[in-house]
C-alpha cells in the first residue's frame, strides 16, 4: 500500500470545478494562486498534481498519478488505457464544427466533398468526416483556433465551446456538434488493483458529493 495516493487536476477550464470538489471532500493545504505543481494533503494522504489538461492521460496510464480529472473531449481524442468510473458532471461543453457566417450564409453541409479544417482534435475531426465521406485536410494548431478561418488558414475549425460566445465575437456560427464533455475521474489501471480500497473510497466520496448536490 502506497503512503499516499496522487491525483492530477487539470489546469484551466476545469480546475474550479476540481477543487470545488476536492475541498468538500476536506482536501486542504491548496493554493491555485501558487506556481507550485504539487501540493500535499498529510491528512488525506493525498498528493495532488497541477498539469495541463492534455497531459493528464499520460501521467495517469503510466502510474505518475493514481487517478485524474480530465474532460471526456481529451479522452475521446486519446483513448487512453485507464479506467473512467465517474462523470462529475461539471464542465459542460460542446466539440464543435464551425465556419464564418459569409461561407455559412451560402454553405450547404451535405454537398462537402474536401474541407480544411483547424483544429487541436486532429482524431475526432478526422473520424467525424471520414464517417461522412468526406476528404479532410487537418491543420494542427494548439490555441486560438477561431483565428484561423479569418487570416484564411482554413475554412473551418472543429473546437469546444461552452457558450459559443467567443466564436460569435469573432464571426463563426456553428454548423455541426461532433461531441459533448463533461469532467471525468480516470484511474490507473495498475493503482486500481493495488489501492483498491483507497481509489475507491475516494471515488465513492467524490461520486456521494455529486448526489447531494443533484438532490
Known amino acids: 500500500m502506497k ?3 496522487t491525483l492530477a487536476l487539470p ?3 476545469l480546475l474550479e470545478g476540481a477543487l470545488d470538489l ?3 471532500l476536506g482536501v486542504d493545504g491548496i493554493d491555485a494562486e501558487s506556481r507550485r505543481l504539487i501540493f500535499v494533503d498529510p491528512r488525506r494522504r493525498l498528493r495532488l498534481l497541477f498539469l495541463k489538461p492534455a497531459d493528464i492521460p499520460a501521467y495517469v496510464t503510466y502510474g505518475a498519478a493514481d487517478l485524474g480529472i480530465v474532460g471526456k473531449d481529451i479522452l475521446l481524442e486519446q483513448e487512453p488505457d485507464v479506467y473512467e468510473p465517474l462523470d462529475l458532471g461539471f464542465g459542460f461543453c460542446r466539440l464543435v464544427v464551425a465556419e464564418l457566417r459569409e461561407l455559412w450564409e451560402r454553405d450547404d453541409p451535405a454537398k462537402w466533398s474536401w474541407v480544411r479544417v483547424a483544429t487541436k482534435y486532429p482524431r475526432l475531426t478526422e473520424q467525424y468526416f471520414s464517417n461522412r465521406g468526406i476528404q479532410v485536410e487537418i491543420v494542427r494548431l494548439d490555441g486560438s483556433i477561431e ?3 479569418l487570416v484564411g488558414l482554413a475554412d473551418r ?11 460569435r465575437a469573432n464571426g463563426l456560427i456553428e454548423v455541426a456538434e461532433i461531441a459533448r464533455s463533461t469532467a471525468r475521474v480516470i484511474v490507473n489501471r495498475a493503482s486500481m ?3 483498491y480500497a483507497a481509489v475507491t473510497g475516494l471515488i465513492e466520496e467524490m461520486k456521494a458529493r455529486i448526489e447531494r448536490v443533484a438532490r
Open 3 to 5: 503512503e499516499r495516493l
Open 11 to 13: 489546469k484551466g477550464r
Open 22 to 24: 476536492l475541498r468538500e
Open 147 to 149: 483565428l484561423a478561418p
Open 157 to 167: 475549425i472543429v473546437d469546444l465551446v461552452q457558450s459559443g460566445e467567443t466564436l
Open 193 to 195: 488493483k493495488t489501492e
